[in-house]
């Protein structure tokens, strides 16, 4: 760790060798320390060491630009912008250590993946449940499709993670008594206030598509009734 003022005073040979190496020594360490130097100019690298951060003076020598964060722990590091903008029209293109590249992104605004995509809100996700009689609450955070075998009677009861935007399918299957129903939470919403009317028979499955359009509003479509 060191910094300078990058001014080599004039002085005797052995304080100026001195000097000389302590500025070499802020310039090998990137002016690090736990804070900024107190001297500083256009275009300066200067990694505070308390936090773990790098940065870059501005052109206008007025501030520092954060760069990025290092974990000293596992030797990897942590880019710090809100934007990344490619160099040229070839877009821009993250690779794995293997020099694979996985996503690819096209001047055009196309993204292509070159293996499966994972989201945290369960897109194409499918809850499959062989049990459900009582309150139900579906997680729409953790699946976008859910599969309900009807053991009794059910109402599916307000839910809190479900997303303005979110869609997709309820399939409901009658067990082998058949004859079960469900009842809806008020954020449940169906055309006129109708309801699900769902086939009794036993074993008989339905489909419900679903569409969040606010918070608290989930709509339901029509059931389409008695696959086979």
Do not use: C
């Amino acid at each position: 760790m060191a910094q300078h003022d990058f001014n080599i005073a004039n002085q005797g040979f052995p304080a100026t060798r001195a000097d000389i190496n302590n500025a070499f020594q802020a310039i090998a360490s990137n002016s690090s320390g736990t804070s900024a130097p107190s001297t500083t100019f256009a275009n300066q690298w200067f990694y505070n060491t308390t936090t773990n951060k790098l940065f870059i003076r501005n052109e206008a020598n007025s501030a520092f630009i954060e760069v990025a964060t290092l974990d000293q722990t596992n030797n990897e590091w942590q880019i710090t912008t809100g934007t990344i903008s490619a160099k040229d029209s070839d877009g821009l293109v993250i690779k794995t250590d293997d020099g694979t590249s996985r996503i690819i992104m096209a001047d055009s605004g196309d993204v292509d993946f070159t293996n499966t995509v994972t989201a945290a809100r369960g897109i194409g996700d499918t809850l499959t449940d062989t049990s459900n009689t009582g309150s139900i609450t579906l997680d729409f955070s953790a699946q976008q499709n859910f599969v309900l075998t009807l053991t009794g009677n059910i109402t599916l009861a307000n839910p809190s993670t479900e997303a303005v935007g979110q869609s997709g399918m309820i399939a409901l299957i009658q067990d082998g008594t058949g004859g079960r129903t469900v009842s809806l939470g008020g954020d449940y919403e169906t055309a006129g206030g109708s309801g699900l009317t769902l086939t009794a028979t036993a074993g008989a499955t339905d489909l419900v598509p679903y569409f969040v359009v606010a918070s608290n509003r989930i709509l339901l479509g029509a059931p389409q009734l008695a696959f086979s």
